[in-house]
């Protein structure tokens, strides 16, 4: 009984002792800054609503992204009044300007 009880407890022990093991990289993920953008439009990237537009300024918000092509819009109710194709890269941070006459 004694020997079991320390078979058990050994192998309790080696349990706690496993490594833990974490990965990072190197390069911060891209971002997207929007400029231009009137007051109540609303962000849209890759056919997901990510919020109102101006809040995304740079100052001091922007949005993170993976890296790769993204489609952008900038939406006022059911107008688009910005469109473009995006491609970022890790730690780019890629500014996205809003005309202020729309299309």
């Not at 022990?13 to 009137?38: D, F, H, N, Q, Y």
């Amino acid at each position: 009984m004694k020997t079991y009880f320390v078979m058990a407890l050994a192998l309790m022990l080696s349990a706690c002792a496993l490594p833990e093991t974490s990965v990072k990289t190197g390069s911060p993920r891209p971002t997207l800054i929007i400029k231009g953008a009137p007051v109540g439009s609303v962000l849209v990237v890759d056919g997901l609503v990510m919020g109102q537009a101006e809040q995304f300024n740079g100052a001091p918000n922007e949005l993170i992204v993976e890296e790769g092509l993204h489609q952008v819009e900038i939406k006022q109710g059911n107008v688009t009044l910005h469109a473009e194709k995006a491609v970022v890269s890790n730690g780019e941070s890629r500014t996205v300007t809003v005309n202020a006459g729309g299309r």
